[in-house]
């Protein structure tokens, strides 16, 4: 089975900072990984899909990059409303731990 | 409108069982993917098991023999029996879609979630 390790765990950072959150793979996922945005007390947002891809809607200061087993997600100027947990998902159903993102 | 909106979650003893059902519209769930995900109190997302647009159905090794995914075409509706229910079942439960393309797969609508409890 493949495994996800994502980090940090939790992270804390001010407004206009910009965060980066990753996400290692235990194999070769090809750019199968996706990012998700979790509020408290509602159910996950997908965010980036295929490692690179902006879902329709996102606003731009959220991407991804990365192939094979690294992954990077990256907020390039924190606002107050990205205040959440976010989670990298392989291709084949395998969440990572999640990264709290607080405000500073 | 793309809309998912689970029931059937609550309170229930450990051996119990429950059927959560999860009611879309704005899409035809028979022709997707559809999947249930739980995260139990404070902890992280667990996928728990897909149901293919071909009817093949597969489950994480944490619930297989306990729980079974089905739809309902007529009702528009997809369904989790959860039998024999153990405290580590107590969580939200999630159906969300799946968008498949080539090998990827990642969940593009989500419902609102229910809460399972599993206690005496």
């Known amino acids: 089975d493949i495994q996800m390790t994502q980090s940090p765990s939790s992270l804390s950072a001010s407004v206009g900072d910009r965060v980066t959150i990753t996400c290692q793979a235990s194999?070769?996922?090809?750019?199968?990984l996706n990012w998700y945005q979790q509020k408290p007390g509602k159910a996950p947002k997908l965010l980036i899909y295929d490692a690179s891809n902006l879902e329709t809607g996102v606003p731009s200061r959220f991407s991804g990059s990365g192939s094979g087993t690294d992954f990077t997600f990256t907020i390039s100027s924190l606002q107050p409303e990205d205040i959440a947990t976010y989670y990298c998902?392989?291709?084949?159903?395998?969440f990572g731990q999640g990264t709290k993102l607080e405000i500073k | 409108e793309v809309q998912l909106v689970e029931s059937g979650g609550g309170l229930v003893q450990p051996g119990g069982s429950l059927r959560l059902s999860c009611a879309a519209s704005g899409f035809t769930v028979s022709s997707n993917y559809m999947s249930w995900v739980r995260q139990a109190p404070g902890k992280g997302l667990e996928w728990v098991s897909v149901i293919y647009s071909g009817g093949s159905t597969y489950y994480a090794d944490s619930v297989k023999g306990r729980f079974t995914i089905s739809r309902d075409n007529s009702k528009n509706t997809l369904y989790l029996q959860m039998n024999s229910l153990r405290a580590e079942d107590t969580a939200v439960y999630y159906c969300?879609?799946?968008?498949?393309?080539?090998?990827?797969?990642?969940?593009?609508?989500w419902g609102q979630g229910t809460l399972v409890t599993v206690s005496s």
């Open positions: 194999q070769d996922i090809s750019n199968y």
């Open positions: 969300a879609r799946d968008r498949v393309r080539g090998a990827s797969y990642y969940f593009d609508y």
């Open positions: 998902q392989s291709g084949v159903y395998t």
